[in-house]
């Protein structure tokens, strides 16, 4: 079994805190939005009263990898009958046994970010395969929660009933408007994403290619080792585009670092071809920057049309022609017009965006309802 890590209060007056066992693929704090989202939930439920059991699985996931099911299997079997349990999907998805196998003994939850099936770069086969699998371990749980709107109706098309579903949107911290670059410095372009085939930094380089003529500095805050190969692919191709000087890989940030790229940047980029929400669009947007996107996935629900451009993933012109229309006007004069009217509206819809601390009780909410409904009615595995 992996680590544990526990979270939340003792509780008060006597009165024992609400437990629950959170599951996760490997360790927590990994930097990536399912990760922290994860823990900003965790911690948010623990300021809620809750005990939160973490339990960080050891194992290659998704998978399949007999290790990891082996991992769930033992881990589940060691949480308490009758108790709350939520399994992150990039655990469970590939590995559905251990969940019908304890889902009659567990309330069992799953999480689920995007059907791991839906990860850009897989075969169609491997791509099938993935799909039956999760659908079966969909089944078997109590409920589902999801983190936007547009995964619910993907999972109602997996077979996953609306009434197990519920939505708990991420939070977005507060945070000062970007304040740009230092003055006499080109704009700033800003990517923060794990450089991975879904994430499409690949067509993010063939975009600024077409727009080298333009003044631009790009910095790709993400790591470059969950896909090593892939990474080293990108980076020969900024190589061979002659782009070294203008394209920065800063990998993996802490929070301080990251949030001084926000706030050094002019243009927001995440060409990414899908999202089951887009976090890094929502700080943003909270940031009041401009975003230039792709319609891949949740992502045209997370940003309105008003605060971004959006084209279609994968289009490597359409992504540069949004881009320059942002450096640039028809007239020659800098894009700085366009760029303001985003970012106008980007703040103006950051004021509607949920804290973290309204989002775990969104999150609270959901797991109360999913385990309430099917607290004396077996579910079928």
Not at 29 to 53: A, H, S
Not at 174 to 187: D, K, L, M, S, Y
Not at 349 to 362: F, G, I, N
Request: hydrophobic share 40%; aromatic share 4%.
């Amino acid at each position: 079994m992996g680590p544990l890590r526990r979270h939340g209060v003792n509780g008060a007056g006597g009165h024992s805190p609400r437990t629950l066992h959170v599951l996760v693929p490997g360790p927590l704090d990994q930097r990536t939005g399912g990760y922290i989202y994860d823990g900003r939930m965790i911690d948010g439920l623990g300021r809620l009263g809750w005990r939160v059991v973490v339990h960080e699985l050891d194992g290659a996931f998704p998978g399949p990898d007999a290790r990891g099911c082996g991992q769930l299997d033992s881990t589940l079997a060691a949480v308490p009958a009758a108790t709350i349990a939520l399994v992150d999907g990039l655990a469970s998805g590939a590995h559905p046994e251990p969940i019908r196998r304890h889902a009659g003994r567990l309330r069992l939850l799953t999480l689920v970010h995007h059907p791991i099936a839906d990860e850009t770069g897989r075969a169609s086969a491997d791509r099938d395969r993935l799909l039956a699998l999760e659908r079966v371990a969909l089944a078997a749980c109590a409920g589902v929660i999801v983190t936007s709107t547009f995964t619910a109706t993907r999972l109602e098309a997996l077979g996953v009933p609306r009434a197990r579903i519920r939505v708990a949107p991420p939070g977005t911290d507060a945070a000062p408007v970007a304040r740009g670059p230092e003055p006499g410095q080109p704009p700033q372009l800003l990517c923060v994403a794990s450089v991975t085939p879904r994430k499409g930094l690949n067509v993010l380089v063939d975009a600024l290619a077409r727009i080298r003529h333009l003044p631009w500095h790009c910095v790709c805050a993400g790591s470059v080792t969950r896909d090593a190969a892939h990474a080293a692919t990108v980076r020969r191709q900024v190589v061979t585009s002659d782009l070294e000087a203008r394209i920065q890989f800063v990998g993996e940030c802490d929070r301080e670092t990251l949030d001084a790229l926000y706030d050094s940047s002019s243009i927001f980029v995440l060409p990414s071809h899908y999202e089951g929400y887009g976090m890094v669009l929502s700080e943003a947007l909270a940031r009041g920057l401009p975003i230039v996107s792709t319609t891949g996935g949740a992502i045209p629900s997370t940003v309105p049309p008003d605060c971004g451009l959006l084209v279609s993933s994968g289009d490597d012109e359409a992504l540069a022609t949004a881009l320059g229309r942002l450096l640039t006007d028809h007239s020659g004069a800098t894009g700085s017009s366009r760029r303001a009217a985003l970012s106008a509206a980007s703040r103006r819809h950051a004021q509607c965006l949920p804290t973290w601390d309204v989002a775990a009780r969104t999150f609270e909410r959901a797991i109360d309802e999913l385990t309430e409904l099917t607290r004396d009615v077996p579910h079928s595995s």
